[in-house]
């Protein structure tokens, strides 16, 4: 799932089309925008601090996975030399299980 905030970013910002290719190729879900924000802000109001609808995050963005570590629920996975990375499970995801 990808959102409009994050397509109008891949559209401005990327030199390289391939991650505006696969983008076009997902489902997209609505935000709340009428200007498009930051893709990382965008999705990181999308999950909010439940991940509600249990959505899976994939991003390189460093920033933006740290805050989501934050939010138990939250799988998180980025790409590194060519190959998927999924991270562990994050403390906070750990502690919403132990209860």
């Known amino acids: 799932v990808t959102t409009s905030c994050v397509m109008a970013e891949l559209k401005t910002a ?5 991650a505006l290719a696969v983008a076009r190729r997902m489902e997209r879900r609505r935000c709340s925008h009428k200007q ?3 893709g990382a802000e965008c999705i ?3 999950i909010g601090d439940k991940n509600e609808f249990n959505y899976c995050v994939a991003s390189q963005d460093h920033a933006l996975r740290e805050q989501l570590r934050l939010v138990p629920g939250v799988p ?3 790409e590194r030399r060519s190959v998927l990375i999924v991270e562990p499970v994050s403390a906070a995801t750990q502690l919403a299980a132990q209860k």
Request: aromatic fraction near 8%; glycine fraction near 0%; charged fraction near 35%.
């Open 14 to 18: 990327s030199e390289d089309r391939r």
């Open 36 to 38: 498009p924000v930051s």
């Open 44 to 46: 990181a109001e999308i």
């Open 76 to 78: 998180l996975l980025y």
